[in-house]
């Protein structure tokens, strides 16, 4: 199942603000993969670069962490636990022998917006480590109060990947696969396992082009999918809401655009109102409400910042107001 298609000029955008900002890109040596625009719920602009194709499975990086808040969203949809249960409550043998008592405070809530305290990541990874993940994980004594302090972490993302597996037995991706993969129609994808055998969370999530805008549509239309609310709208505003400042956060060293605000696993943008997943490398989707846009990116390049700021400058300002309901394909 593909999103529908239309034309630019059925979506009303300019087509010199796109070419604006390829040449933009071009200039500095920015290499795209794919880029697919989609106004409404509707494709009216797709690309791919040689020798990559929108059919190939494509890394996500940290893109993948906004699927796994997708995941606990549905969790706590279904009552199987709440953000505000504490991490040590879902685990006994992965226990490290001390617990501190700010480990003990640490609540869900604290894994989704990247502010457990803690300031250093445990090197687990890169699959050098031998032992159990979480346990590893729990053996960083927060410096700060759990909720007061940002701290991008990627194998707090694995934590929550490893509490839903607890609490339903079933890995985060096969548990995603009624809720949200197969009503959005989304078949092609593979997710990287921990040792333990668990979904990896905070990476390793491969799928296409496609499926990247299909999660910004799902966003901006606030859980819904087809006419039908799959996930509570209010889960969505929260992921997609400025809940921790994320300033200072030295998460990338080429620009800003990191230091507006994160929510659960979605950045904040630097145009009022929208917001973002991303990944290393240029894996984007930018969803803009008020311009009714989605931008997904595959992308190879160290320069995020300059990628997202030449959208800011020509993407969304080529798009000229339009009702949702007269774009047709």
């Known amino acids: 199942m593909k999103l529908e298609r239309t034309s630019l000029e059925k979506?009303?955008?300019?087509k010199e603000g796109i070419d604006q900002f390829l040449k933009a890109i071009e200039k500095r040596g920015i290499e795209l993969h794919d880029l697919l625009l989609v106004r409404g719920d509707k494709v009216c602009y797709e690309a791919s670069w040689f020798p990559?194709?929108?059919?190939?499975?494509?890394?996500?990086?940290?893109?993948?962490?906004a699927f796994t808040a997708i995941g606990i969203g549905f969790a706590v949809q279904e009552g199987l636990f709440s953000t505000e249960d504490t991490v040590c409550s879902f685990f006994d043998v992965e226990l490290p022998e001390h617990l501190s008592e700010k480990i003990k405070?640490?609540?869900?809530?604290?894994?989704?917006?990247?502010?457990?305290?803690?300031?250093?990541?445990?090197p687990i990874l890169n699959f050098e480590f031998e032992g159990n993940w979480v346990q590893k994980f729990l053996e960083i004594e927060p410096t700060y109060e759990p909720g007061t302090h940002f701290f991008y972490d990627t194998t707090a993302t694995y934590v929550l990947s490893a509490i839903l597996t607890k609490v339903t037995g079933e890995?985060?991706?096969?548990?995603?696969?009624?809720?949200?993969?197969?009503?959005?129609?989304?078949?092609e994808?593979?997710?990287?396992?921990?040792?333990?055998?668990?979904?990896?969370?905070?990476?390793?999530?491969?799928v296409t082009i496609e499926t990247i805008a299909k999660l910004g549509v799902f966003l901006k239309q606030q859980g819904a999918?087809?006419?039908?609310?799959?996930l509570n709208a209010v889960w969505v505003k929260k992921m997609t809401s400025k809940r921790i400042n994320s300033a200072g956060g030295d998460v990338y060293d080429d620009g800003d655009n990191w230091g507006y605000g994160y929510g659960y696993q979605i950045w904040q943008c630097i145009p009022e109102g929208v917001y973002r997943g991303d990944g290393a490398y240029g894996q984007l989707v930018i969803v803009a409400p008020k311009?009714?846009?989605v931008i997904a990116t595959l992308t190879g390049t160290d320069d995020m910042g300059g990628l997202m700021d030449e959208m800011w400058k020509y993407l969304l300002p080529a798009c000229l107001p339009v009702d949702n309901a007269k774009i047709t394909s």
């Not at 979506?11 to 300019?14: R, T």
Request: glycine fraction near 8%.
């Open 105 to 122: 405070r640490m609540k869900i809530e604290h894994l989704l917006t990247m502010s457990t305290g803690q300031e250093m990541e445990p």
């Open 189 to 206: 994808y593979a997710w990287d396992e921990s040792p333990q055998g668990n979904s990896l969370g905070g990476i390793g999530f491969n």
């Open 52 to 65: 990559y194709k929108k059919e190939d499975l494509h890394m996500l990086y940290s893109l993948s962490k």
């Open 225 to 230: 999918w087809q006419g039908k609310q799959l």
């Open 171 to 187: 890995k985060l991706v096969d548990y995603l696969k009624p809720r949200f993969l197969e009503p959005l129609g989304i078949t």
């Open 11 to 14: 979506a009303n955008i300019k």
């Open 291 to 293: 311009e009714n846009l």
